[in-house]
């Protein structure tokens, strides 16, 4: 049993909230932990996907991407055979092959969800 769970059933015992809010605050969490999970399908259904990019800047930019998985896979082979990370600044702390592994395990859902501390927000999905 996880702990938010847990700590629904305490607030029940101790009379804070009755069994059918209880019961609405478990099918929610049921919901979220559904939506954050990362399922794996075999490798031919992963081509048919779709990689997302967001990205909400706390400055007000906001950036969507969607690229077909059949082509990150692709770029992705081709990235790899250039020496990009060593003449790209900001690419020495990104490792492509974090998502070329996630392609080739089969891999849906949130793979990348970065927080910062000013406010910005990265999400990549594979979907």
């Known amino acids: 049993m996880n702990e938010e769970v847990s700590r629904i ?3 029940v015992e101790e009379g804070k909230i009755n069994a059918d809010k ?3 605050l478990i099918e929610a969490i049921g919901k ?22 967001k ?3 706390a ?12 082509l ?3 770029l992705l082979n081709t990235l790899g055979k250039l020496p990009i990370k060593d003449s790209t600044p900001g690419m020495e702390n990104i490792d492509l092959n974090v998502i070329s ?4 395990e089969g891999l849906v859902g949130k793979i990348i969800d970065v927080k910062s501390a000013n406010g910005d927000i990265v999400e990549v999905v594979i979907e």
């Not at 979220?32 to 990019?53: A, G, P, R, Y």
């Not at 400055?59 to 077909?68: E, H, M, Q």
């Not at 592994?101 to 080739?104: F, K, N, R, S």
Request: aromatic letters at 0%; hydrophobic letters at 40%; proline letters at 2%.
């Open 9 to 11: 059933l305490k607030m």
């Open 72 to 74: 990150i896979k692709i």
């Open 32 to 53: 979220e932990q559904n939506n954050n999970s990362i399922k794996v399908l075999e490798n031919d259904n992963i081509m048919d996907k779709m990689l997302k990019i």
């Open 55 to 57: 990205v909400n800047s």
């Open 22 to 24: 209880a019961q609405e």
């Open 59 to 70: 400055s007000g930019d906001n950036v969507d991407i969607k690229l077909p998985i059949k």
């Open 101 to 104: 592994d996630a392609i080739d």
